[in-house]
């Protein structure tokens, strides 16, 4: 299905800031054959994660607790391990390094984006400003040996090429080394009718059932498969060598759950389109209906999300006042779409609004504890996956 021509996700602009003349048609396939989807255009990765790019995981209390878990998940793996390596990919700010580096471990961030790097590096984390490939590879290898450890959040659906990535990190674990990734599941993605989850940074959304062919296609073995909450639903998978370790029951458990409940049936990926376009309309209507009305209406969540959303649905400054964030690189900017202003969300400002439209909804819980005087007075929330609801 197409979800429109789109801007770059995360190009949030200066008020005076010229648009970026980079556009895309954002159009997700699906293989029905080995359950992996891909984008089919997408713009370069340098000008995806540029200099600017400005997401940071430390941001979020429900990101920096959910990496604390994922890196004990980690640290139990090489608890064994007499002095271990751990690379993580795509480490950003440094927020799960950050615990190898407390423990005195060695370890190494990996990440192209260089303002977030250069955060790490100051947070004590070792760090490579660079895009992990093949080249990157053979350097780490050269440099530190084999790793015991590789941990990826949500950032090996970022790389185009998938094969060599795959082949290069067989290449740089140890026998008995372990690939940790997580990623947003394909299927929640489906059962939610989460369209916003697709956008540029992720070439790829990976399904239990494809990353299971991907690994035996490409020398390691998925040996389990955990499902985490993060991304409005992610899969937590690790891989090893063929033989290395036994593979977890949860694997086969939800390959079956995958394809027993449509994950391969054209008819459920049809009628994903259908409650997309019929989501994008509502929320459209819906929002024009409470301006009518005069409400006053803003956004919350100037996320990757609120980009495809607002461009999907065609809304811009005639349906929200504003977007609030708590992301000090994106206060003070405005949305891709209609340069919608993005604004701290301080009470005085957040409570003046009678709606408030989610499009951090994976980190819901976390903000309505942060906006509890926004319900007490009477504030609803607008969601829009499926239907438009407003609580």
Known sequence: MSLGTQPLAQDFLLPDQAPSSVQYELLPQI?????LAQLRYRPASATVFSEKYPYRSGVSKTMRDHLQCLAE????????KPDPLLVEIGCNDGTLSRHF??????HLGIDPARRAVAQAAASGVTVLNAEFNPETGRSVLAKYGKADLIVAANVIAHISDLRRTIEQI???????????FEAISLFELMQRRAFDLFYDEHVYTFSATAVDRLARSYGLELVDCQPVSTQGGSLRY???KPGAKSPSPRVREAIRTEQAHGLLDPDAWNDFAAAATHSAQSLRQTLDRLRRAG???AGYGATAKSSVALTFAGLGRKQLDCIFDTTPEKVGLTSPCDRIPIRFPAPDLVDRYDYLVMFAWNFLPEIEVRERAFRTMGGKWITYHGSVCIA
């Open 31 to 35: 293989c029905l054959d080995c359950g």
């Open 73 to 80: 998940y980690c640290l139990d793996l090489v608890a064994d």
């Open 101 to 106: 580096a407390e423990r005195h471990l060695r």
């Open 170 to 180: 067989c290449a740089c674990l140890t026998a008995d080394g372990s690939f940790v």
């Open 238 to 240: 690790s891989l090893a």
């Open 295 to 297: 409400s006053a209406v």
